[in-house]
Every structure is written in structure tokens, then in C-alpha cells.
């Protein structure tokens, strides 16, 4: 049973600073990409970031470019999204995925969700 469990969401003032980890378990954790992604309040889900299965290659929406960072621990089985100069908009709750295969868009295992409030 594949499982993925988000920490480190809190409550920051806008310009701060947080770190989102996603910790994995179930099947080989390096074979997999995966991804943050976020929903704010009344509005759809959207992509944020991603990672290939080495930690290779990124991705990031436009609105984060050069403000998060993905990054990725295979031996710790753990995924992470630093965040930066963070704004009132980044507010929402961010969720991990894993991917299908080791570089994709189809993610098929979902986390909890981990709130994220940014205060002005």
C-alpha cells in the first residue's frame, strides 16, 4: 500500500519562509516522479512543481519560478518544496503525488494535504 504523508505547513508572513516534506512509503520510491501541487480556497487544483526520479530534472509553475525549489531525498524516501519569499496568494493547502513513471503529468497516488496560510 503506497502511502505519502505531507509536514510542515504553518502559518508565515508574507516575505517568510517554510519547507514542505512528503514522506513515502509502499513501492520503490526511486523509480517514481513526483509532485506538489495546491488548492486555495473556492478555486480548482494546480500543478506547482515536479521532479523526475533522480532528481535531475524540475519543473515549476510560472508563478514560483526562481521562489520554490523542489528537491528530493531517494534514501529517505522524502520529497520536498522549499518555499520563498512567500506571498498571501501562495495560501492553500499543497499536496504531494507520485507519478506513474519515473518523468510524467499522470500522478496516481495522492497525500493529505498540508495547509499553507501566508498573512499579509
Known amino acids: 500500500q503506497v502511502q505519502l504523508i505531507e509536514s510542515g505547513g504553518g502559518l508565515v508572513q508574507a516575505g517568510g519562509s517554510l519547507r514542505l516534506s512528503c514522506a513515502a512509503s509502499g513501492r520503490t520510491f526511486s523509480n517514481y516522479a513526483m509532485g506538489w501541487f495546491r488548492q486555495a480556497p473556492g478555486k480548482e487544483r494546480e500543478f506547482v512543481a515536479a521532479i523526475n526520479w533522480t532528481g535531475g530534472t524540475t519543473y515549476n509553475t510560472r508563478s514560483v519560478k526562481g521562489r520554490f525549489t523542489i528537491s528530493r531525498d531517494n534514501a529517505k524516501k522524502t520529497v520536498y518544496l522549499q518555499m520563498n519569499s512567500l506571498k498571501p496568494e501562495d495560501t492553500a493547502v499543497y499536496y504531494c503525488?507520485?507519478?506513474?513513471?519515473?518523468?510524467?503529468?499522470?500522478?496516481?497516488?495522492w497525500g493529505q494535504g498540508t495547509q499553507v496560510t501566508v498573512s499579509s
Open positions: 503525488a507520485q507519478g506513474t513513471t519515473g518523468w510524467t503529468n499522470d500522478y496516481d497516488v
